[in-house]
Each structure stands twice: as structure tokens, then as C-alpha cells.
């Protein structure tokens, strides 16, 4: 032993969470197996940066409880709603690095995401405060893509079979608790 104090990994898994889906659930459940002994910080967007219409903060945050609350180690947080105005990466992982100093951080992204991060703000800055954890999706490839492709759902997807009716679909897409809480608050 070393005698220094040891740090614990953070995982930062941010997103529009519009609802979130299967394929999110399923990225925590991969992380956790890759990362073993790291906490998960869900991290709901606020205010998107591109200006997508979201459902209300509220109901997309009681919807990341529920799927994702059975997971140990995981916290939803609500730092880019007490950040406030437009969601950014970089501010929200300075916020959180301050909160946390000691902290290792790393950012839960899919490959199609690595594929666009020259639109993000800062993409470099984002990079060295918290070094991405790829993980691989269906029709999508990146070569620091670990693990098998995840399905390819999208939120776009869930809100379509909505809009729809779409039972089948939902029930395939949701997790049950997401299901009903969007059935009955949507």
C-alpha cells in the first residue's frame, strides 16, 4: 500500500433520458460489469444545448429513478437543473469535480456519440476530466468501443410508438415502471 488516498471512479452518464430506454438500462448494467466498484451518476440534461424540445425536467428525472433505481451504486442527480439555463458537459463535470475533488470521473458514452464529439463544446477539455468509457451500439463502430453492440433504441423510437399507440413496441422498449409512469404523466 501505497498510503496515498485512494479515489474512487465516478461514471457520469448524462443524456436527454427522453424517455429513457432498454438501451440505457442496459449501458449501467455493462458499465457496473466493466468498472467494477464504480458508482453511476445518471445525470439528466436540463436545458439541451441544441435546443431539443424535451419533455418537463421533472417527469424525466422520476423516469431515470425508475429505471434505473434497482441499480446499486447508481444516483440520479440533479446538478444541471441547480446549474440551471443551457446544459453543457464540461461546466456540469467542472461543477461536479469541485463537489468531489478526490474523484476519478469518467464519461459513459455509446460509439455513436464518440462519433460526434467534434460538436460538442470543449470535446478535449470534457476528454481529460473525465476519459470516456465507449461502449459498443448496432451501427456504430469506434474503435474504443468495449463490449458487444448495445440494441439500437433510440428515444426518438419510444416517443414514435407513443405517438402511435404502439403497445407492443412500448412494452419492448420500457421498462415497466417507465412504461406506466409515462402513460400516466405523458
Not at 28 to 41: N, R
Not at 50 to 76: D, I, N, Q
Not at 82 to 95: I, N, V
Not at 100 to 113: E, S
Request: hydrophobic content about 45%; charged content about 20%; aromatic content about 10%.
Amino acid at each position: 500500500f501505497s498510503g496515498t488516498t485512494p479515489t474512487t471512479t465516478t461514471v457520469i452518464f448524462g443524456g436527454s433520458f427522453n424517455p429513457p430506454h432498454l438501451a440505457h438500462v442496459l449501458a449501467i448494467c455493462a458499465a457496473k460489469s466493466y468498472l467494477e466498484g464504480a458508482s453511476i451518476l445518471v445525470v439528466p440534461t436540463f436545458d439541451h444545448p441544441f435546443g431539443k424540445p424535451l419533455a418537463a425536467f421533472e417527469h424525466r428525472y422520476r423516469m431515470c429513478e425508475l429505471a434505473f433505481g434497482w441499480v446499486p451504486s447508481v444516483t440520479v442527480s440533479r446538478i444541471e437543473q441547480e446549474l440551471g439555463g443551457e446544459s453543457r458537459t464540461l461546466r456540469t463535470l467542472q461543477a461536479l469535480k469541485a463537489r468531489t475533488p478526490n474523484a476519478h470521473f469518467r464519461l459513459l458514452v455509446g460509439a455513436d456519440i464518440m462519433l460526434e464529439s467534434s460538436k460538442w463544446h470543449a470535446w478535449d477539455e470534457v476528454e481529460k476530466l473525465a476519459p470516456p468509457f465507449v461502449l459498443g451500439r448496432a451501427g456504430y463502430a469506434h474503435p474504443r468501443a468495449i463490449g458487444k453492440a448495445l440494441p439500437e433504441i433510440s428515444s426518438s423510437e419510444v416517443r414514435a410508438a407513443f405517438e402511435a399507440r404502439d403497445a407492443a413496441a412500448l412494452g419492448s422498449l420500457l421498462t415497466p415502471s417507465v412504461l406506466a409512469y409515462a402513460e400516466k404523466n405523458a
